[in-house]
């Protein structure tokens, strides 16, 4: 008797099969009474669009978290942002670890493919790393927020809302157990500073970190050891990249909105003018996918919310917590740009020069990205009639940025809206390339060579 052949799954598949099983477990969690406020019953497309975003760590929502969530439903919600965060794979990787279960060389690629780690070689010990770090870093907030969490609700219910934000703000999730996310802050100078550090750091990329770390360890060790001088260990070009990018795009978002906010009545100028220097900073990087605000982003200006749609549009860097199309991703269209304009055959950084593939990867990836998030306007224009245009994108921008900022419409969208939403928020988690590779068949690239011809451009 012939067996039956046993379905095989390619990496970019698993990936995606992981985050639609997390959120259909989510979203059945969420729908029992259990996780429900007294007097409070969500239906199937609240527990889904809740689901949804924690898992791809979004943070927006159309119930209030704090209020129509009891403390099972709150703990639900924080399982889903820690394993959205860490990814899927790799809480189930971490589940065979302690079951004492080795991970086959499918389970691996698709790790490799989820944590966009450069080789397959050390991926397991990637994702051990990831684990142990980003707990670590999410404990290190929770203590630190605790004093002011404390001073608002008492030290045991501040001690869970100082975890709850930590792990939220790490993971760049934007979920907030305050109504108002975290505007009774704004004048507090330590949550504003905490906050901000967490969620910049989470969207740095564990990457960029180990990166980091491991060759100021090799100068030290190198600086200290006879006879080997003070050799540089140099940094690799996707750290230096991310590093430059995220640098860049800090001053543009808190320096942009100091300039922009400073004088808004409905904003900025509201406060004391001591304030204004650290809520424009928070302000301006809370765009980097974390979605906290403490100041309400339907009271911007116009300028600020369009500097806003284009920060949650490129996000943080690859291999962290945060969404958008990715930092290195536009620094090399930048870049390849740049080149362009000078005549320049090759794209040169760093020394380096950038690869023809990457290139087209890169152009592949914020192409997809302008078209869905465009498409995804459209849906919403048709079905969200009277809804002023410009909040619609605000949201589709947050939505695949999985950034959680909202201009006040996420509650009020109609069922067809909250689903295109929830399409947003899986698309840029996963990412688009992914999902294009997981729902594309197989296809084996044809051996012949066809001939160049040159087409106008610009």
Not at 20 to 41: D, F, K, Y
Request: a positive charge; proline letters at 5%.
């Amino acid at each position: 008797m012939k067996r039956p052949r046993r379905l095989q799954f390619t990496p970019p598949q698993i990936v995606l099969l992981g985050f639609l099983g997390a959120i259909s477990v989510g979203t059945v969690l969420l729908r029992l009474p259990l996780a429900h406020a007294p007097g409070v019953r969500l239906g199937w497309l609240d527990a889904l669009f809740t689901a949804t975003s924690a898992v791809c760590v979004t943070g927006l929502i159309v119930v209030d978290t704090g209020g129509d969530f009891s403390r099972f439903g709150q703990a639900v919600i924080l399982l889903l942002i820690k394993s959205g965060g860490l990814g899927i794979l790799s809480v189930g990787a971490l589940i065979a670890f302690t079951t004492g279960r080795r991970l086959g060389v499918v389970a691996r690629l698709g790790l490799q493919a989820q944590t966009n780690h450069l080789q397959l070689g050390g991926v397991v010990r990637f994702v051990r790393n990831l684990l142990v770090f980003t707990t670590s870093a999410e404990l290190l907030g929770a203590l630190a927020l605790w004093p002011a969490m404390a001073r608002e609700a008492g030290r045991a219910e501040g001690a869970w809302l100082a975890l709850f934000h930590a792990v939220s703000a790490w993971n760049n999730a934007g979920f907030s157990l305050f109504s108002d996310s975290l505007m009774r802050f704004t004048a507090n100078p330590w949550v504003v500073a905490v906050v901000p550090l967490l969620f910049v750091a989470g969207g740095l990329g564990l990457v960029v970190f180990v990166d980091v770390v491991t060759a100021t360890r090799t100068r030290w060790v190198r600086r200290g050891a006879p006879g080997t001088g003070r050799a540089r260990v140099p940094w690799t070009l996707h750290t230096r990249m991310a590093l430059v990018a995220t640098g860049i795009l800090v001053l543009v978002g808190a320096g942009g909105i100091a300039a922009l906010e400073w004088s808004n009545p409905a904003t900025l100028g509201a406060l004391d003018p001591a304030a204004r220097p650290m809520a424009a900073a928070f302000q301006g990087l809370t765009p980097r996918t974390a979605g906290f605000h403490v100041l309400e982003p339907a009271d911007l200006t116009p300028a600020s919310q369009v500097l806003t749609m284009a920060l949650m549009f490129i996000g943080g860097n690859p291999s962290s917590t945060a969404g958008g199309v990715k930092t290195t991703t536009v620094a090399v269209l930048l870049l390849a740009a740049w080149a362009a304009v000078r005549n320049r055959a090759s794209t040169i950084t760093f020394g380096r020069s950038i690869s023809g593939p990457l290139l087209a990867r890169a152009a592949a990836v914020v192409t997809l990205a302008l078209g869905v998030v465009t498409l995804a306007i459209f849906a919403l224009a048709v079905s969200e009639v009277g809804v002023p245009l410009p909040v619609l994108a605000f949201e589709a921008f947050s939505a695949f940025g999985t950034v959680g900022l909202s201009m006040g419409v996420t509650p009020d969208l109609s069922a067809a809206g909250r689903l295109v939403i929830v399409a947003l928020m899986l698309l840029g988690r996963v990412g688009l390339l992914t999902v294009g590779l997981a729902l594309a068949a197989a296809s084996p690239e044809r051996p012949l060579r066809y001939p160049n011809e040159d087409v106008i451009i610009g």
